[in-house]
């Protein structure tokens, strides 16, 4: 069966960065483009790019564009997602998707990173 | 960006009732519109995309309708799994953006 297996919690200081990672199974991961989205908790959801793990190709939301890396490695099936120069404002439960389409039929089970001094 | 206006935000009903949400977009966006179901602590599951196709697996009791600026999902008798946050989400234009969702509680 499909199953999206994100990295655990982590819990950083304003200005580091972040890379969580999301190994994939059951499919044939370079069939399908993975998203991330995030999701601050109690709130609603906000979309930050996808990967084309078949050909590196990325698109990113411009209100990320220049902080955030969407890169796949396709001989272990794991997509990884780097944010940069972390706020508090960054402070989220992270998603990665498959993308079926362009929605996301399957959903790894979020990675909570905090950012806090 | 598109905004998507959900409507109501905050619902409350009982089992076996019908309900129906509405989803606004700032703009046209043809069909390109999925509906998402969050129960706490999850991860959302896709349950409509195409504004109208239902996902394999999504009971038949789910259904959604609209083109251009207006969607609508309907949930007929509902059943105690339904109780959840509903998000519509647009894929016509980039950046994707959802609605900030219609919490469904039991009444």
């Known amino acids: 069966q499909v199953q999206l297996v994100q990295s655990g919690a982590e819990v950083k200081k304003p200005g580091a960065s972040v890379k969580v990672s999301c190994k994939a199974s059951g499919y044939t991961f370079t069939g399908y483009y993975v998203h991330w989205m995030r999701q601050v908790p109690g709130e609603g959801l906000e979309w930050l790019g996808w990967?084309?793990?078949?050909?590196?190709?990325?698109s990113y939301a411009q209100k990320f564009q220049g902080r955030v890396t969407m890169t796949g490695d396709t001989s272990i099936n794991t997509a990884y997602m780097v944010l940069n120069r972390l706020t508090s404002d960054d402070t989220a439960v992270y998603y990665c998707t498959r993308g079926y389409g362009y929605q996301s039929d399957y959903w790894g089970q979020g990675t909570l990173v905090t950012v806090s001094s | 960006d598109i905004q998507l206006t959900q409507s109501p935000s905050f619902l409350s009903a009982s089992l076996g009732d019908r309900v129906t949400f509405t989803c606004r977009a700032s703009?046209?966006?043809?069909?390109?519109l999925a509906w998402y179901q969050q129960r706490p602590g999850k991860a959302p599951n896709l349950l409509i995309y195409?504004?109208?196709t239902l996902h394999s697996g999504v009971p038949l009791r789910f259904s959604g309708s609209g083109s251009g600026t207006e969607f609508t999902l309907t949930i007929s008798n509902l059943q105690p799994e339904d109780f959840a946050t509903y998000y519509c989400q647009q894929l016509h234009s980039y950046p994707i953006t959802f609605g900030q969702g219609t919490r469904l509680d039991i009444k």
């Open positions: 990967v084309n793990p078949n050909s590196g190709g990325t």
């Open positions: 703009q046209g966006i043809s069909n390109y």
């Open positions: 195409a504004a109208s």
